[in-house]
């Protein structure tokens, strides 16, 4: 028997310059790997010329450049302004831009709600106190955390994903009047939604796989490996000497 084919928009910011280059091999990746069985369009919100955008077969939505962290804690501001023509769609999913699709995606991901990737770096080891805002003042505020959600690959059915944006967009919002951002921006706000309306399809760290240190301390996290599925890249702009110190501490305290 024919499965049925749904209508899938894949959405994702591409802001500011250095960000660019992340867009060809990201698309292309998924267009290769990203739920192959039903009808996939790309829309991409993004500063990069017209004729660039174009070359990409997306559907460009032109956005002015801001400073991180704006890019990402306005994401839903952003998908929001053209929630007519999402709604057309069966599914929504958002995936970061400087990300990979390295293996075939298919209809696990599709379930009746939201769709949410487990944080690799907290995977299956709550003890190392995952990073929820922990500020009563924001409306992203956790008590006690039960899961630790990543932000870079997230999605589900429209409806749910649309509501689920509204309601973040309107907390983030109530910040913005408390001279207030969460901890983690609009990852925070996501883990405080998910509180409240757990997903339908909890996916593992394989869906949001790093791109090193896998033996040496991921592994050790995870007491396991995964067959990954998107993998995140290191950003070279964001290398530092103190970022490779950092890591290092990191690595030291297993």
Not at 174 to 196: C, P, Q, V
Not at 206 to 213: E, G, N, Q
């Amino acid at each position: 028997m024919r499965k049925e084919k749904y209508k899938i928009a894949l959405i994702g910011i591409c802001l500011n310059q250095h960000y660019w280059e992340y867009a060809t091999p990201m698309l292309e990746s998924a267009r290769r790997f990203f739920l192959t069985d039903h009808d996939v369009s790309y829309f991409l919100w993004s500063d990069m010329p017209e004729e660039t955008a174009e070359r990409l077969g997306v559907v460009h939505i032109p956005t002015e450049p801001i400073f991180w962290p704006m890019p990402t804690l306005m994401r839903y501001h952003l998908f929001l302004k053209e929630e007519e023509r999402l709604k057309e769609f069966d599914y929504i999913f958002y995936c970061d831009v400087d990300m990979l699709f390295v293996s075939k995606i298919g209809d696990e991901i599709l379930g009746d709600g939201l769709t949410a990737a487990d944080h690799p770096m907290y995977a299956l080891r709550p003890e190392l106190h995952f990073p929820v805002e922990k500020n009563p003042l924001s409306t992203a505020y956790i008590k006690i955390p039960e899961h630790y959600y990543a932000g870079g690959f997230q999605g589900g059915k429209s409806k749910d994903f649309i509501k689920a944006m509204k309601a973040i967009k309107k907390n983030i919002d109530k910040d913005f009047t408390k001279n207030y951002m969460a901890r983690w921006n609009d990852e925070s706000h996501w883990n405080r939604y998910l509180l409240d309306n757990p997903p339908a399809v909890n996916l593992s760290a394989a869906y949001v796989y790093p791109d090193s240190l896998i033996d040496d301390y991921y592994i050790k996290i995870w007491g396991k490996n995964y067959e990954p599925k998107i993998i995140t890249l290191t950003k070279k702009f964001s290398l530092s000497k103190e970022g490779g110190a950092a890591v290092q501490r990191f690595r030291e305290t297993f």
